[in-house]
């Protein structure tokens, strides 16, 4: 480097002053936070902000495909559907009519299913007469649908980002509303898991299928992320896509999802963020109206199933008309494992930007990759998990050439000490990355709810940077011997066919 | 400094709901029908400080104490459809290139390690309709963020190894454009509706090739001034101060002036096109149809919005309902009346649905489409599309980043600043026959395009039950090749087996001085093959008049030996001198030409590779013209000798492209071997085929045939 560069460096680090807004800041936003848990065991974490009169509302539900029993996996992503078919009084001409019309369907498709699934083939004239029939039940339950209005109540009052997300872990359900219209949302929210109605079940289920032709069959990284989690977890549920296998998606009936919904939609199973314009006496006042009639129920049993050490290197490598892709996992501790912020301070470390390792190495310095890095975290965060490395090789580069590429920068991680200049960038990123993330009314009241239930406290948004602060180069280095070795991986590629 | 400051803190009153003003405090839980809402809050919209710097940037300001963060975002004139032909995809390299390859003063190395060091980011870029940078720091680190952006927008040096970095992305995203049909539907269908517009380009691996770092340098050069860009500044910060850093920072940039290329508007098509795209490994076809969009400040703008909104645009739309909720044929379903700040958008509806239901699904969007046209929205549509786009309202200004990115924009792209208020205004005032109006004039029931993306054996009913079927092919045009250098070796080799080819042709090939010859041409044209009758006469060796006879008259051009010159039936005129410089090249690379001047010093030519033609082993031959830099790679029979293929690279619809003759049926014409038959292909299409019916040498051309005509 010449010296006129050096000079132009000594002058920019000039321009860089000591960090000012740190533990004060987070502090003052963490006394703003009131949390309260009603009777039922429902909790709610409130941050009043009043820059605008806007709220963000965030519901997270503690169930995820994880909770699917074998048979039927992808239950956990139909209901978060279900949950927008409305109620007993939201979605519907008639109720009265309807109830029973949605029974006799339920009794059609029973029979219907008993039929396809008949030993040894079923019978055709039977299953004609039988498809004929569920189709009048189905028209005849229809009839009495107001399609989409738990939607369009939401839109027409000025709600957006309505959505809602289904991962292994949990469902979350999320819009935000203009302030005046606070009351709407407890209104619908509640009924929406009191009283729901899962009426359109079987044409749901068919757009469900859709979505995994669309998300999984009909695309090469789809139909790999699939197959690599099928081998990296042998017992773990994490093992299955969310969105479940096609013939369980077929079979599942509308007394499965009752079932699960009783199960699991349970008060204490949810915690819910309100964020923006509310003060939160009101938001406990309305909490109390709206979700305390809610009934208590208690708690779903914890998942017994945990995923035996790996004792062995298990690869899968799909031959697609796509361009390569390199994945590899290993498996690591959860959430709650002591060591979770080294992983995050690895994964930094790793993959944060163009000063990352895998970006300087694999992209910049041997053009090998488009694309490299690795996160903590995959598919999900409450159980022991995958850090996952991705390579997408260049141009007329080899997924080989990318794993040797990544090994040899876990390599680095095991046998240098990361420098203090290096961990150092790592927690400024970390704490300007919390800080930024504030700034939203909406990902700050998802991050509050993740922290409350999967770190067990709302406060662990707050202090995992004090543990990001603790984490030394030695704890690195263990963290790397421990977890990257060549037993406890799994690769996955796509290699070309033509 | 000329500085403008507004004071004029105007309060915008929010209200839309004029619902019961008191709030009624209730103790029992509502039905959400009888809920009461008390009004919506007043809230102030902060005016941010606006000022322009003596060189002619301008500069918003606006303070947001709530974090302690300070962002920028800058707009700067330029974009991707500034591009020259042939270099698709330069712009957004120079934006990205910008950033990596440094500046005068720092390495991009330096760049990101100062900026990582510290969590902060800033990035540079290049779209389609502008460029622009984006800065975000805490606010410690506000002197670094600003002289970076400062240096970067500025100072760039486009590294020569950054620029190998950049190429190696954009050859890799070209090959990996094609595995997921999501991105080959909505990449085609944009495609087809800009057509050959810049707003319709796609790179290619020649146009990768194209681009040099000097293109780099000029592109960044002719349209990053200040007088071109446009800044705005917010966060935890004091105005006064920052006013000053800008000035300091960016005062010093100067102004020059910059003539922004007119570029070709993008037209609404001519006629229904319904298109097939072929992807066999999917069990989903993917429906893209629609046609051109509108401007944003179209008058029928938030009419169409609102159309929008209750046809395909939300969860209660029409679309969603009938196709999704109702036939439950598709996860995805949408429609999107696209708008652009100062070109059409696209306006696309589509989805995707399994393979057996594609028609099925395709014809439920039509039927939909065609009936909000005819028959319009309902009453309750509208009321919904308004409600929601009024009471959401107060979105548009929830945080100030969104207050002062919006009026930076706004002045842009030259909209009036109180452009949102306006269209808020005509939400308010729209009724089903505004609605319907502007539906009526805009959307259009027979101009569609229609694209479908899938498995033809899999679907319910062929796509060509609709009409006839333009199949699109996708397969990634080749890299052109990359031709190697001369040696003393290939030099002699090469002569040698120009001096064979030229025995081969005949006892009289060495004394040909004219030739004349006559046949028929079929050439591929964009509406399709157009046949002609051609004739030639060639004096060698700078002389010819090709005269094409079509069955909209007769076209002669003409090379006189220094310029050009062609006869329409309205008249003579002047080639255009690139058409000529053209038409000299293949001139000079003519085999009768070449082969009269193997020891030239105006030619250069070599051997370079062995090959095959249609299985029969060839040479390959580089034959370069050094005055007017044309190049042609010969591939001659290693049996007969004879010129069998000859390769050119041109300018084709993927930039530049090789482009293959293939010559066949050699005869015997008084001593010389002719091929009376040539195939001109390009991108693997068959684009020309000419068949001679005679040829003659040495009938006495003269030079006063050639000469261009009195009018």
């Not at chain 1, 757009?207 to 081998?231: A, D, H, N, Q």
């Not at chain 1, 970390?430 to 406290?457: C, E, P």
């Not at chain 2, 920028?72 to 934006?95: D, I, N, Q």
């Not at chain 2, 609102?306 to 995805?332: C, I, N, P, T, W």
Request: overall charge neutral.
């Amino acid at each position: 480097m010449n010296k006129r560069g050096w000079l132009a460096i000594a002058i920019l680090i000039l321009l860089i002053p000591l960090a000012a807004w740190s533990q004060d800041g987070f502090r003052d936003i963490q006394k703003q936070v009131t949390e309260f848990t009603l009777k039922n065991g429902l909790t709610f974490i409130v941050l009043p902000r009043h820059e605008a009169p806007v709220i963000s509302f965030h519901t997270y539900v503690d169930v995820g495909s994880v909770n699917e029993d074998r048979g039927i996996t992808g239950l956990a992503h139909i209901f978060e559907h279900l949950a927008f078919k409305g109620t007993t009084t939201i979605g519907t001409k008639d109720y009265r009519k309807e109830k029973p019309a949605l029974e006799a369907l339920d009794k059609s498709w029973n029979a219907l299913r008993a039929e396809e699934i008949r030993l040894p083939h079923p019978d055709s004239a039977r299953l004609a007469e039988l498809t004929k029939d569920f189709n009048a039940k189905q028209d005849a339950a229809s009839a009495l649908v107001e399609n989409n209005q738990f939607g369009q109540i939401v839109e027409q009052n000025g709600g957006v980002g309505l959505n809602a997300m289904t991962n292994s872990d949990a469902t979350q359900y999320f819009y935000s509303l203009p302030s005046n219209k606070a009351e709407l949302w407890f209104s619908l929210e509640s009924s929406r898991f009191l009283d729901p109605v899962f009426r359109d079940f079987y044409k749901e289920k068919n757009v469900v299928m859709e979505e995994r032709r669309m998300g999984v069959e009909s695309s090469p990284t789809g139909k790999l992320l699939e197959e690599f989690l099928s081998v990296a977890f042998k017992a773990h549920p994490y093992r299955d896509e969310v969105v479940g296998h096609m013939s369980d998606l077929k079979a599942i009936s509308r007394d499965d999802a009752i079932a699960f919904f009783k199960k699991y939609y349970v008060p204490s199973n949810m915690v819910i963020a309100i964020v923006g314009d509310i003060e939160p006496a009101e938001a406990k006042r309305l909490s109390e109206i709206y979700f305390g009639r809610l009934p208590a129920r208690p708690k779903p049993e914890p998942l017994r199933t945990v995923e035996p050490p790996q004792i062995g290197e298990r690869r899968v490598t799909l031959h697609e008309q796509s361009q390569r892709w390199l994945l590899v996992g290993y498996k690591k501790g959860g959430a709650l494992s002591p060591d979770d912020p080294v992983y995050d301070v690895i994964s930094d470390l790793m993959s944060s930007g163009r000063t990352s390792r895998l970006y300087k190495s694999l992209v910049r310095d041997k053009k090998i990759a488009i694309q490299a890095a690795g996160f903590s975290g995959f598919p999900g965060q409450k159980y022991p998990n995958l850090f996952l490395f991705y390579a997408l090789p260049s141009q007329g580069h080899t997924n080989e050439e990318c794993l040797t590429a990544i090994n040899d920068e876990i390599n680095r991680l095991k046998t240098e000490p990361v420098s203090a200049e290096e961990l150092n960038g790592v927690k400024a990123r970390a704490r300007a990355g919390l800080i930024r993330a504030l700034s939203s009314n909406s990902g700050l009241a998802m991050q509050l709810t993740y922290a409350a239930v999967v770190m067990g406290d709302w406060h662990q948004l707050f202090t995992s940077l004090d543990k990001i602060n603790a984490v030394t180069a030695a704890d690195i280095q263990r963290v790397a011997d421990e977890v990257f070795v060549d037993n406890n991986r799994t690769i996955g590629t796509i290699e070309p066919v033509n | 400094m000329r500085t403008f400051r507004a004071t004029l803190s105007a309060v915008l009153v929010l209200a839309f709901v004029a619902a019961a003003a008191a709030q009624t405090r209730g103790t029992t839980p509502q039905d959400y029908r009888k809920l009461k809402y008390p009004a919506l809050r007043e809230i102030q919209i902060p005016e941010p400080t606006r000022f322009e710097l003596p060189n002619g940037m301008i500069v918003y300001l606006l303070e947001d104490h709530t974090f302690p963060v300070v962002n920028a975002s800058v707009l700067v004139r330029t974009g991707s459809r500034y591009e020259p032909t042939g270099k698709v995809g330069l712009a957004s390299m120079t934006g990205q290139v910008m950033r990596t390859g440094g500046t005068t003063m720092h390495s991009g190395e330096e760049i990101d390690s100062l900026l990582g060091a510290v969590g902060a980011s800033v990035e540079t870029y290049i779209g389609t309709a502008n460029g622009g940078g984006r800065m975000n720091v805490l606010k410690e680190n506000v002197d670094l963020g600003l002289t970076l952006l400062s240096d970067i927008l500025r100072n760039p040096v486009f590294r020569e190894d950054k620029i190998d970095l950049a190429k190696v992305q954009a050859r890799s995203a070209i090959s990996r454009r094609n595995d997921e049909i999501s991105g080959i539907s909505s990449r085609e269908f944009a495609r087809l509706i800009y057509g050959p517009t810049p707003y319709g380009r796609q790179q290619e691996y020649a146009d990768v090739e194209n681009i040099t770092r000097q293109d780099l340098i000029d592109f960044h050069h002719e349209f990053f001034v200040p007088n071109g860009t446009m800044m705005a500044i917010w966060g935890d910060m004091s105005i006064p101060e920052m006013e000053k850093k800008v000035q300091d920072i960016f005062g010093s940039w100067e102004k020059r002036d910059v003539r922004l290329p007119v570029v070709a508007k993008p037209r609404m098509a001519r006629q229904q096109t319904i298109n097939f795209i072929k992807k066999d490994d999917v069990n989903q076809a993917y429906i893209a149809v629609g046609h051109l969009g509108g401007l944003l400040n179209d008058a029928e703008s938030a009419d169409l919005n609102l159309a929008d909104q209750a046809f395909g645009g939300a969860f209660a739309s029409r679309l969603f309902k009938k196709v999704r909720s109702e036939q439950g044929l598709a996860y995805a379903v949408y429609s999107s009346w696209g708008e652009s700040w100062d070109y059409p958008g696209v306006f696309r509806m589509g989805g995707s649905t399994k393979s057996g239901s594609m028609m099925k699904m395709l014809k439920s969007i039509l039927a939909e489409y065609r009936d909000v046209i005819a028959n319009g929205i309902t009453d309750q549509e509208l009321k919904f599309a308004k409600d929601s786009y009024l009471n959401s309202f107060v979105f548009q200004y929830d945080t100030k980043g969104k207050v002062i990115s919006q009026l930076l924009t706004l002045e842009f792209f030259g909209y009036p600043k109180d452009y949102i208020r306006t269209q808020q205004q005509k939400v308010q005032q729209a009724t089903r026959k505004s609605v319907d109006d502007a539906v009526k004039a805009r959307w259009n029931p027979d101009l569609l395009t229609i694209l479908v993306v899938g498995k033809e054996s899999d679907f319910d009913t062929p796509l060509s039950e609709l009409g006839p079927v333009n199949t699109i092919d996708i397969t990634i045009p080749a890299p052109p090749e990359k031709i190697p250098e001369p040696t003393a070796a290939t030099v002699a080799r090469g002569k040698d087996l120009l001096r064979k080819a030229l025995a081969a042709l005949g006892p009289n090939a060495p004394s040909v001085k004219d030739m004349s010859a006559e046949g028929s041409m079929k050439a591929a044209g964009p509406m399709g093959e157009v046949a002609m009758k051609v004739k030639f006469d060639v004096l060698y060796p700078d002389k010819v008049s090709r005269v094409m006879t079509t069955p909209m008259g007769e076209l002669t051009m003409t090379l006189d030996g220094k310029s050009g010159w062609m006869k329409l039936p309205m008249g003579v005129r002047d080639l255009p001198p690139s058409q000529v410089e053209e038409m000299y090249k293949s001139l000079f690379l003519d085999p009768m030409v070449v082969l009269s001047h193997i020891d030239s010093p105006d030619y250069t030519i070599y051997y370079y590779k062995d090959d095959k033609v249609n299985d029969r082993p060839v040479s390959g031959v580089i034959v370069k013209h050094g005055p007017t830099g044309a190049l042609t790679r010969w591939f001659l029979d290693n049996e007969t000798m004879m010129l069998l293929k000859a390769v050119t690279r041109a300018q084709g619809e993927a930039g530049l492209q090789d482009q293959e003759e293939l010559y066949d049926d050699y005869r015997d014409v008084g001593g010389v071997k002719v091929a009376f038959k040539t195939r001109q292909f390009m991108d693997g299409k068959q684009q020309m085929e000419l068949e001679l019916s005679g040829a003659k040498f040495n009938t006495g051309l003269t030079d006063a045939q050639f000469k261009k005509p009195a009018q």
